[in-house]
């Protein structure tokens, strides 16, 4: 079976087999698309055992015995060795039944020691875990994990996922984001191979460094935010085309006013006050004045009080009608954090940190170094729920 190159995918399952106080015996499964399984002894490995073709490669049968510390490193170092790490980074599951058990930080050590990243996750495993675990072939570790994230996203299904590497499987439930079969989510988009062809070997930019005109520049942590075209909002994730009109009004009291966009209505004060000179109309006061209304010759003040406006078609907003037009996908465009600066909408590029050019292989025209082969990737925007 081909090995996916860029991940690495550990899946890390401890299980509690004997109970008694002189015996300390356990089963550690390590998800590497799919498994290795270890049965442990004593803190030593009893059995190790790769359950896929890709794994074959990071066992050796001469790790019965060791301490289990010692066969994690060889492990670690042959992932290394076949670069199947992803960006230095090792990603990894961990589900236990012994909350007093070490394992996490060993895997912890281990990492430091070979001088490479570690994501360390540990789900709570479930009754429903382990049977999705049993259905589907997959630990109870890496079911409880898809479960979350099929919990914040019912477009998704186990189907969808199993085989999906752990670091997308995190960048999934962290963004919401998704893509379809064929595609791979990376960093906010889904990328699919298209094209490999041979490296050049020349001056290139170390691992970690973006190459703009004669300088190696920092390559910072990329940030996607989402962004519609004109004409349509985003909502829970997609953007949708509305158009506006103004709604309907009406008054419960008075007649509405065009110009001020209320409803207005006199309201009676009262008689007003007559001078003893005959012939004079009533005095009205406090902003009252005199005129005929509902109760007749009087004193009366103007009254204005908000319409209620109503829609026969969309959404009511305020005093307009918002209808709805269709969807489409958000364009996600990169954002970059306070003091880097965007290069090409590819990159956030700290231009304080800068490297020596390095002789190696490079690649052209967009293409990505991979192991001795330039690939390129047709990217589109990742999809939301």
Do not use: W
């Amino acid at each position: 079976m081909k090995r996916k190159l860029l991940l690495m995918v550990i899946c890390l399952t401890l299980l509690i087999v004997g109970c008694g106080k002189k015996e300390n015996s356990y089963k550690l499964t390590l998800d590497i698309n799919p498994s290795i399984e270890i049965e442990v002894e004593n803190e030593k490995v009893k059995e190790i055992e790769a359950l896929n073709d890709d794994a074959e490669e990071l066992v050796n049968k001469k790790m019965k015995g060791r301490l289990v510390k010692s066969a994690f490193e060889d492990i670690i170092k042959r992932a290394i060795d076949a670069k199947i790490l992803d960006n230095d980074t090792l990603y990894v599951i961990l589900g236990t039944e012994n909350t007093e058990d070490g394992t996490v930080n060993m895997l912890r050590t281990v990492a430091k020691e070979n001088k490479i990243r570690i994501n360390v996750i540990t789900p709570d495993i479930t009754e429903e875990a382990k049977k999705t675990a049993e259905k589907y072939d997959i630990t109870p570790a890496k079911a409880a994990y898809l479960l979350t994230i099929i919990k914040n996203n019912e477009q998704l299904k186990i189907e969808d996922l199993k085989n999906k590497s752990v670091r997308e499987l995190v960048e999934m439930k962290d963004t919401k984001l998704y893509c379809d079969e064929e595609y791979v989510l990376r960093d906010g988009y889904c990328e699919k191979a298209i094209k490999e062809e041979e490296p050049e070997k020349g001056k290139t930019c170390p691992e970690g460094y973006q190459k703009v005109k004669d300088n190696c520049y920092m390559i910072s942590v990329i940030k996607h935010e989402p962004t519609c075209p004109d004409g349509y909002e985003l909502k829970d994730g997609k953007c949708i085309g509305s158009e506006r009109t103004p709604a309907y009004n009406s008054c419960s009291r008075g007649a509405y006013n065009e110009h001020s966009g209320l409803c207005e209505h006199l309201e009676y004060v009262d008689g007003g006050t007559v001078s003893s000179e005959e012939g004079n109309e009533p005095v009205c006061h406090n902003g009252s004045f005199y005129t005929t209304g509902s109760n007749g010759r009087g004193c009366y003040r103007n009254v204005t009080i908000e319409p209620s406006y109503s829609c026969k078609e969309g959404t009511l907003e305020g005093n307009e009608c918002v209808i709805e037009k269709g969807s489409k996908e958000p364009t996600l465009s990169v954002v970059c954090d306070k003091g880097l600066t965007k290069y090409k909408d590819l990159a956030c590029l700290d231009y304080n940190k800068t490297a020596e050019f390095v002789t190696g292989y490079t690649c052209k025209n967009g293409a990505r170094l991979e192991g001795e082969k330039c690939v390129y990737y047709e990217v589109i925007a990742a999809k939301s729920k």
